[in-house]
């Protein structure tokens, strides 16, 4: 009776605990297998306990390498540069991991204990502040030149417009218009290096983010029937109101949508979908509190973005597309930043196309 108290005590101990924990024999056979790890893997318990880390881990030489010299050597080895493919998508994603011997009551090596941390979250604020750091840096610069390059774009145009007036040849006068046109596309851009050095404080408010995104669809659904691209909404009505300037926020998911539907020449399918989700903030003391906020994923079944794409997209003027100042999504990192969220894209695993997601803080008096 005892016995089984015991068990089920630290049973519940390792359920509760966040990294992915895996008990093996001196003959590494399996004899634990946490709830953590079972989701890092994608595998059940049920499918390895009594089984051995080769036949479960069978690509995983690095790993079936440094737990058989913690086995043979008792010295416990770890790697904080580590990868794990999950088993159901395929996914391969970053992990920290730490083998440990443990021993009988004679003091012989008995088998070993494996910990696994899921790094991505850790990854991607490690990323995050290498853009915020790029961005920074490029803000103090496109500042100064912002207003150097404004004063003189002015009378340019100025000019051109007088000249205009003055000229009575069709043909020159087409000219003219072209240089207008052309010094009105180069204002917007500093327009845009200003607005990304020195962006306008936000006037935060509880909204509900559905009416935000409809207005939204309501503005582009026209263009986006006309080039055969469908609107699929998955809202969830329990979300509650977000902390958001609605301006900013417009602007973000406008220049979403637009992206999306531009990657779907031959027309597609955009989806929208809103729900709750639980997030993990690593706190230096150790703790490890859920945070709730909210989530907008914008999907199409475009043509998806290369592996030096993915990792540009934030980048100023870095553009996948051939007239592309490569600013909207540099000044949407800004924004999403502004409001204490997050912006992330990648491929698609389900389907051909990308994903945008945006996290977004829930407002405290409607949780």
């Known amino acids: 009776m005892i016995l089984d108290s015991l068990k089920t005590y630290y049973e519940n101990i390792l359920a509760s605990v966040q990294d992915g924990i895996v008990v093996i024999s001196k003959e590494q056979i399996i004899t634990t297998f946490n709830p953590a790890i079972e989701e890092m893997s994608g595998i059940s318990s049920s499918h390895v306990v009594g089984k051995s880390l080769e036949t479960v881990f069978p690509s995983e030489s690095r790993l079936l390498e440094l737990t058989g010299k913690t086995i043979n050597t008792g010295i416990t080895y770890s790697d904080?540069?580590?990868?794990?493919?999950?088993?159901?998508?395929?996914?391969?994603?970053?992990?920290?991991?730490?083998?440990?011997?443990?021993?009988?009551?004679?003091?012989?090596?008995?088998?070993?204990?494996?910990?696994?941390?899921?790094?991505?979250r850790t990854k991607e604020l490690e990323e995050n502040l290498r853009k915020a750091d790029r961005l920074a840096s490029l803000g103090t610069l496109s500042?100064?030149?912002?207003?150097?390059?404004?004063?003189?774009?002015?009378?340019?145009?100025?000019?051109?417009?007088?000249?205009?007036?003055?000229?009575?040849?069709?043909?020159?006068?087409?000219?003219?218009?072209?240089?207008?046109?052309?010094?009105?596309r180069i204002n917007s851009i500093v327009e845009n290096l200003l607005t990304l050095s020195?962006?306008?404080?936000?006037?935060?408010?509880?909204?509900?983010?559905?009416?935000?995104?409809?207005?939204?669809?309501?503005?582009?659904?026209?263009?986006?029937?006309?080039?055969?691209?469908?609107?699929?909404?998955?809202?969830?009505?329990?979300?509650?109101?977000?902390?958001?300037?609605?301006?900013?926020?417009?602007?973000?998911?406008?220049?979403?949508?637009?992206?999306?539907?531009?990657?779907?020449?031959?027309?597609?399918?955009?989806?929208?979908?809103?729900?709750?989700?639980?997030d993990y903030i690593v706190i230096e003391e150790g703790g490890r509190p859920q945070?709730?906020?909210?989530?907008?994923?914008?999907?199409?079944?475009?043509?998806?973005?290369?592996?030096?794409?993915?990792?540009?997209?934030?980048?100023?003027?870095?553009?996948?597309?051939?007239?592309?100042?490569?600013?909207?999504?540099?000044?949407?990192?800004?924004?999403?930043d502004e409001h204490k969220g997050r912006i992330k894209i990648q491929n698609r695993t389900d389907r051909k196309g990308a994903s945008v997601q945006v996290f977004l803080p829930i407002a405290l008096d409607t949780v």
């Not at 395929?90 to 003091?107: A, Q």
């Open 143 to 184: 500042a100064g030149m912002a207003h150097e390059i404004k004063n003189p774009l002015g009378g340019l145009r100025g000019a051109a417009q007088l000249l205009q007036e003055e000229i009575k040849g069709e043909k020159y006068r087409e000219y003219t218009g072209v240089i207008i046109k052309e010094t009105d």
């Open 291 to 336: 945070t709730k906020m909210g989530l907008v994923e914008v999907t199409d079944t475009g043509e998806g973005f290369g592996e030096d794409a993915l990792s540009n997209l934030f980048t100023p003027f870095f553009s996948t597309k051939s007239k592309g100042t490569g600013l909207g999504l540099a000044i949407s990192h800004k924004i999403i």
């Open 198 to 278: 020195n962006p306008k404080p936000l006037k935060l408010k509880p909204l509900n983010i559905h009416k935000v995104l409809e207005n939204i669809l309501l503005l582009e659904e026209k263009i986006l029937k006309k080039i055969k691209i469908t609107i699929v909404r998955d809202f969830d009505p329990s979300l509650p109101s977000l902390l958001i300037d609605e301006g900013q926020i417009t602007q973000v998911f406008l220049n979403i949508v637009k992206n999306a539907a531009e990657t779907m020449k031959k027309g597609g399918e955009l989806t929208l979908i809103t729900k709750i989700f639980y």
């Open 80 to 120: 904080s540069d580590f990868q794990i493919m999950r088993r159901w998508d395929r996914k391969i994603f970053p992990i920290s991991l730490v083998i440990s011997p443990f021993s009988d009551r004679e003091g012989n090596i008995a088998g070993a204990v494996l910990v696994l941390r899921d790094m991505t």
